[in-house]
């Protein structure tokens, strides 16, 4: 299957960096937010995001223009009926992003591909929400979406051959580096990095140590570019909070059951970033 133009829906970080990825790399691109205030402030997003780059001499103005002018910022689902591949990228709520399956497959056209960029919930129960399971599938970025190279491929039973092959490419052209993972909770690197982040929270609630020091081992020991501490709060903690019971709920693992500081830290509405504080303060 031939894809050339895309669909974004959701105006968070992910869908706006997906966005852009997208565009880049030639596709047409119809970014979706539910205002659309908030549609075109993505796209300006996406302008001072590719400035940016043209500043610092990594890509042509030429192709940073070139890029805006396929993009087009909608608020209505109906604007998504002309293409090719659809990629939701709204809240981690399983009702939700069910309910947004059945008005697409209304939407779209029979050829095109529905896909959902989860990082951990069950890619089939949105297949099975539309009349066409063997086109829906699994392509999740990981953030931020224009820098990450790595996309997981999520095949889940009812997928088409034909369907996973189409994601793949879309991928690949995107100048990804795709893996094709089953589709169980957490995929692939979800399922190992977080019952890490999730210990790393218990050290600190046994005070084994103090956050700083646990982030400076990790990053100082083992290699990593950041601490376990200031990955949670670049991911989120309510987003982090969701994936650990995704997790739970289907493995029944100690190691993915929530720390209970993480709970409560969400219950303060301490996100991390987004929210200006989290387990650092980022308010300054």
């Keep these: ?27 047409e691109v119809v970014l ?43 608020s209505d689902l109906s604007e998504l009926a002309g293409c090719d591949l659809v990629i939701e990228s709204v809240v981690e709520d399983l009702a939700v992003k069910k309910h947004l399956f059945t008005e697409l497959d209304r939407i779209c056209g029979e ?15 949105m297949a099975m929400e539309t009349g066409r399971p063997d086109k829906v599938c699994g392509i ?73 020091g646990i982030d400076t081992a990790m990053k100082g020991g083992c290699g990593f570019p950041m601490g376990p501490f200031a990955l949670l709060d670049l991911v989120g903690l309510d987003t982090s909070l969701a994936i650990l019971d995704a997790l739970y709920d289907e493995y029944r693992d100690p190691n993915y059951a929530a720390v209970p500081l993480l709970r409560r830290m969400v219950s303060a509405e301490l996100f991390g970033r987004k929210s200006g504080r989290g387990f650092y303060d980022y308010r300054k």
């Design 111 to 125: 050829h095109a591909i529905l896909a959902t960029n989860t990082s951990t919930l069950p890619v089939v129960d």
């Design 140 to 212: 999740h970025f990981f953030n931020p979406a224009p820098v990450m190279a790595l996309v997981e491929i999520v095949r889940p039973i009812t997928a088409a051959d034909a369907t996973i092959g189409a994601a793949l490419a879309f991928a690949e052209a995107c100048g990804k580096s795709p893996v094709e993972v089953k589709d169980q909770a957490g995929f692939i690197v979800n399922a190992l990095l977080f019952p890490y982040l999730n210990n790393a929270v218990r050290l600190l609630e046994q005070q084994v140590a103090s956050m700083e």
């Design 32 to 74: 979706r937010s539910r205002a659309q205030g908030t549609a075109d402030a993505m796209v300006a997003g996406m302008a001072k995001s590719l400035a940016k780059q043209v500043d610092k001499g990594k890509i042509p103005a030429e192709e940073r223009d070139a890029a805006m002018a396929r993009v087009s910022a909608v």
């Design 1 to 27: 299957m031939s894809i050339k133009r895309v669909g974004i829906v959701g105006s968070g970080i992910m869908g706006s960096g997906i966005a852009e990825t997208a565009a880049v790399r030639g596709f």
